[in-house]
């Protein structure tokens, strides 16, 4: 590893306000100097001719092009198979997303070898990063057996620490029977119920699953998981280590989001439909709100009040939930241009929240910003400025990006 001075930079992102303006502390003609993969100074090209005693091996010339940090994707659900374009299509029609979905991905990816799985998931991954992302988050959420749920863990704990497990998701085919029974093991064949479900989610899925991941989360929503079984699910989590994050306030507002403040989520994560009880509860508490606008643009949903959440004093990030059903972008420049002209969200809020919003609802201080000590993770846009992701959506303007320092597209 080398030491590299990044230089003539137009516009640098740091996110630190005590070394630049505004909240995404932005310093204008900058450099930056990376040693074994860590930021080792910030300042101005001028500063930088100064200091000219650099020792370095490299200087990388951005030809006054704008420099951020990489983006920090906190949801995303990438391990899967199989294809959902015919549902996509019957919502562009006028059909209304439901949770009901998910399970046909259920049936393709149970279906799918180890193999097919990773390389999809790899693909995702390349995707993401030649769009300028350089921490992802992955759920699992797409297996509902032990085995299968296992799977997917596994698999996205090799491209990721960034590991949650959604055994949660749904309530898949085999467990809708009639409820009532005691939580047990089933018979071959036997239609279980939602509580032998989640019996099964808190005990052996649980067990199997943890020692691949860092998170737990649940969809908190009507047609997925109720706000008693998602408090259990939860906490039999947190019992086993695992830090709790939940889906909530998707399809219609619910007790969800207070549910994760109560229980000290890192992030409540969709937040489309919010009460003043919501808001306030956040507002109190260190929980990120984690907006999806990929979600309401895929699923012609009214888009999260972005404005009331960072008013009342609300952390929000900004994530993709790449999925095959409600929201299949890995884009975070898409959620940026979402953000900014459907959500009231100006363009250095939405860059924060796409890059320090993230690092935060991951609980991550090394990323997400450009100061001394944190990692290098960079993004080099073919613009001046990042005002441009918004200004000039749909546009590759992800020019270069490194992570720890070295260029991974
Ligand atoms: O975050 N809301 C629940 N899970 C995903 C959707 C999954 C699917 O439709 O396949 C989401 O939007
Ligand atoms: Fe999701």
Aim: charged share 20%; with cysteine; glycine share 10%.
């Amino acid at each position: 590893m080398t030491r590299t001075l990044f230089t003539n930079i137009g516009l640098l992102v740091t996110n630190d306000p005590s070394v630049g303006e505004g909240i995404t502390g932005e310093i204008s003609d900058a450099a930056l100097l990376v040693d074994l993969g860590r930021i080792a100074w910030v300042g101005t090209s001028a500063q930088a001719e100064v200091a000219g005693g650099f020792d370095i091996d490299h200087v990388i010339d951005l030809g006054g092009r704008c420099l951020i940090p990489g983006f920090v994707d906190a949801h995303s659900h990438i391990v899967f198979a199989g294809d959902r374009t015919d549902e996509f299509e019957a919502r562009m029609a006028g059909r209304k997303y439901s949770a009901g979905g998910i399970l046909s991905t259920v049936a393709a990816t149970r279906a799918a070898s180890d193999e097919e799985l990773r390389q999809s998931l790899v693909g995702f991954v390349d995707e993401m990063h030649a769009q300028g992302t350089t921490t992802l988050e992955i759920k699992s959420g797409y297996g509902l057996t032990v085995h299968d749920e296992e799977r997917l863990v596994r698999l996205a704990s090799e491209v990721t620490d960034e590991v949650t497990f959604l055994g949660a998701h749904v309530i898949p085919l085999e467990y809708r029977g009639a409820s009532g029974t005691a939580a047990r093991a089933l018979e071959d064949g036997e239609l279980g119920t939602r509580e032998d479900y989640v019996a099964l989610v808190v005990g052996p899925m649980l067990e199997a699953c943890a020692p691949y991941a860092k998170w737990i989360d649940v969809f908190c929503e009507e047609g997925a998981f109720t706000i008693d079984e998602s408090r259990q699910i939860l906490e039999a989590g947190i019992g086993l280590g695992l830090m709790p994050r939940v889906h909530a306030s998707q399809l219609s507002a619910g007790e969800g989001i207070r549910l994760a403040v109560d229980l000290g989520a890192a992030s409540v994560d969709h937040c489309t439909y919010l009460t003043d009880l919501d808001v306030a509860a956040l507002a109190r508490s260190e929980t990120v709100a984690t907006l999806l606008p990929g979600v309401e643009f895929s699923t012609k949903q009214p888009y999260p009040d972005a404005r009331r959440l960072i008013d009342a004093g609300v952390t929000v990030a900004l994530a993709t939930d790449c999925n095959p059903g409600s929201s299949f972008t890995s884009s975070m420049p898409l959620c940026i241009a979402l953000a900014v002209r459907e959500m009231g969200m100006t363009a250095p809020e939405a860059l924060w929240s796409a890059t320090a919003g993230g690092a935060q609802a991951l609980r991550r201080e090394d990323v997400g910003r450009l100061t001394v000590g944190s990692r290098a993770d960079l993004t080099e846009l073919a613009a001046p400025s990042y005002v441009h992701l918004a200004y000039r959506p749909g546009v590759p303007l992800v020019r270069r990006v490194w992570k720890d320092g070295e260029l991974i597209s």
